[in-house]
């Protein structure tokens, strides 16, 4: 036994035993002695365990059991085949554990996770690798959840890692070690055994200057890793395209390679290097890259696409309707890389490498979500130019309602605010076929396709006709063809399509057609979306093909996957003057309807002669903007708040008047809307118009992205899964003076990057900030100096790194050296899968104790104490007078039986009753024999009554004095009470009596 807390036995135990004594003093007093002896005993234990509950008195259990987890290492530099030969050592060692042990187990890679609680019994049955990111190994992540399971287990507490030692976060793992040993558990380290290839190579590195001058020369240096020597081949790619190879015979260890380069474009350029070797067993670590940026001409990436007519058939290449901007910008210093729609940029690290973004004639379906979400990255964190043209398959025309690209513009497509547009009516031909319930995400395609519905019907205006149809095998009136005056009611109707049955198009397009015939609308058009075929015959189609050209309604399709029948959908769409899209992607049916409503309805086309009116701005560029010929054409956009509009199309607010230039700063980036073309469609006399070339060019020379402020050096690092931004101030430069540096960051795609990280001081003009970075591509950080929140942003500098894989694939050897610190810092031990698993749980065990707290036995004693205290004061058990007053009458002792007291009570009760009734009839007297006799008796009375009443004070009646006299029985016959029990007794004695002497 051990007291934690022995002071309070004296200074709160002893004190409350003394007042407990004193307070009960008056009802002690009347007690016998055994009983009085009895209370005071009871009632000092009780106080007794009160107050070793108070000093938290507890028990001492002595125990050598032992508890271990099991902590196995299951990322990709550990094989499979070693993966399970540490688990079967696993089992190995439980085989020896002794009675009490208890065993656990751990699975890790990037994160760990419990594969089996601390339990009596150790069996591995199934267990499962998800979850646990193979790609990297965090030593420290295995460490802290098996700590956590040991927490709670008595005995000797032990963690076994069995893991190759390769590790992510080195420093991580000895601060969770240190942390075990103070917690008492010991880590015992097991070195897994790697087999790594004769011939294996990787690369470890790729090394190029951040900048580099137009044409200078620099040196892109390879460092590789053999395990043997061996001739590899190593091949280099610089920005995308095949630039050189070259044989190298390599020696085991490291190897490095210098490759002489010169670059003569700006912009940054990515490089990568590629190495194969005869016998290399891992491939994912062959690969290498760096970025150099390149100072010199500015680099404009111009997305073009071509003229088409409404069934696909192109009118004028990309290279003719490009030319004319690509020459203008080419003649004032820009070096213009002109693509096509098929060739638009993949990612934030292709868009890195120019200053300016232009594209104009490029629907939004061309794009990809991640494609939209880089763009925007670029202008917001690298500080990018964006300028969007006007065309057919521009802006809300081309479907950019409501995406990445859309938010980066000054410009949205929601026109509903115009007073009078062309009146549309539409009717959606949607597939509810069991194949649409296929889910794409989170999403069915049926979801998704409602989602295009809705969108809709916030783009139409309240005039326009709104009807949905759901098919199968029939066709259903989701919602009737009706104005779009409330939104609530299309979302509401659409809710009620569920998927279900077979595919059938001729219903829904007959009832379409039959509802667009009875309407009265300027535009009609109808759109069906399907994932299947149809049953239908060719000439049935034709029918109905043949109706919509009667009544002037055209038809476009919509093909979801890859089990359409293409070639109907094709034919009914260009039999009936519409389109036919191909949704590959489920995700971008909400954007291809939204731009089929859009285009059908031609509603944000205006195709007139514009007469061009200056609103400010460009006034350095000398342009006499009196002089500008009219445009034929623009698209109909709404300037954003914030925007500053430089043009528009005249001072009314009419269904064809809108903003013709508008730009902004998006956040350290600069975007602009031309809502006009550049290729000659709509602005053929501005291409002969001397204002052309300047107002071209310094509206792409103010949308470049801003050279890096002089004085400051940025530098990128990658490693370990985290990324570390290092800036340094050169002499006599110092950080803006009282604004925040931050880095905006961009990323691969998954990566799950912050927006933006602060950098912290690290010295004299020199800042770092970290971040995650574990996933393989190319990250951007660019510097920028803030004030106050709201106030505008400058960018100071831009700094770029590839990671070509993850950290994980480079360890091809096990780092026994960290296991052992690991260990050493534990006091535990450094084994290896040679030495025998009975190592575990066989030795020596030192002798454990134990605490178990006893306070919530002691109480629940001191409230049995206290029950059995107050039975003793208030309980009244007359054992020995009851046998005596029993003595005294031979009738009760021969007819009970005192099997309890209880019936011991009751014949007490009855004895006292018989001896009241005897006392009564003895005062009394005997009773007159006969009735004259008692008349005589009364009479004499009567006459002697007058005398008798003058002598002598009234006496009571033998009757009356009965009950005093039974009382006075009954007090003689009861034994004495005491204390309580007495009091009561005399207040009843005393009840009686006063009721007598009212009676009298």
Known sequence: MELRRPELLLTAGLPLLLLSLWAARGSLVALGRRRLWGSVLLRALCLLAIALALADLQAVLPHDERAVVFAVDASDSVPPTAREHLLRWTERAWETHRPGDHAGLVLFGGRARAARLLAPDYALRAVGFEDLEPERSELAAALRLGGQLLLSAEGERELVLLSDGNDDAPADALREAAALATAGVR??????????????VLVRAVDAPPQAAVGEAFLLRVELWARGSGEAVVHVVRDGRYAESLSAELAPGVNVLTLPQRLEAAGTHAYQVRVEAPGDGELKNNLGGALVRVRGRRKVLYACGPIVDRQGEVLRSFEVVGAPLREVLGAAGFDVDLRGPDALPLDAGELAGYDVLVFGGVSADRWSPSQMEAVRAYVFS??????????????????????????????????????????LALVLCIDRSGSMAARTGVATRLDLAKLGAERIAELLQPFDLLGVIGFDEDAEWAQPLAPVDDGERTWDALRGLESGGGTAFAPALAEALKALEACEARIKHAVLLTDGHSGESPARLANLLAGFARAEVSLSTVGVGSGVNQSVLRSLASGAEGRYLQADDAESLPRLLTQEAVVASRALLVEREVRVRHLGGLEDLGIDWKAAPPLQGFVLTVPKDGAEVLLDSGPGDGPEDGPLLVRWRYGLGKAAAFTSDAGGRWCADWLRWPGY?????????????????????????????????????????????????????????????PASVSLLPRGPRRYEARFPARRPGAYYATLEASAAEGAATEALATAGAVLSYPREYRH???????????????????????????????GPRAVQRSYRPLAPWLLVFAALLLLGEVAVRRLFLPSLRLRRARSHDPAAVATSAPASPVGAGVALLRSRKAERRAAASALRGPAPSSSSGSARAGGGAERRAPAAEQTAPAQPSASARAPEAAEAVEEASLPGPTGSMAKLLEAKRKARRHGRDRSS
């Open 187 to 200: 880590v015992t380290t097991v070195a897994a055994e790697l087999s790594p290839s004769p011939g294996e």
């Open 382 to 423: 690298q500080g990018g130019g964006l300028l969007a043209l006007g065309s057919e398959r521009s802006f809300g025309q081309g479907g950019y309602y409501r995406t990445p690209i859309e938010e980066a513009l000054p410009v949205h497509s929601d026109v509903r605010g115009k007073k009078v547009l062309p009146s």
């Open 693 to 753: 070339a300047p107002f071209v060019a310094g509206l792409v020379g103010w949308l470049a992205r801003d050279p890096d402020v002089r004085g400051v050096d940025a530098r990128l690092r990658l490693d370990g899964g985290r990324g570390l931004l290092e800036v340094e101030f050169a002499e006599g430069s110092r950080p803006p003076s009282g604004r925040e540096l931050r880095a905006r960051l961009t990323g691969p795609e998954g990566a799950g990057l």
């Open 812 to 842: 091809v050897e096990q780092d026994a050296a960290h296991l052992e610190r690991i260990a050493e810092r534990t006091g535990g031990r450094a084994l290896s899968v040679d030495d025998p698993p009975e190592l575990v749980f066989s």
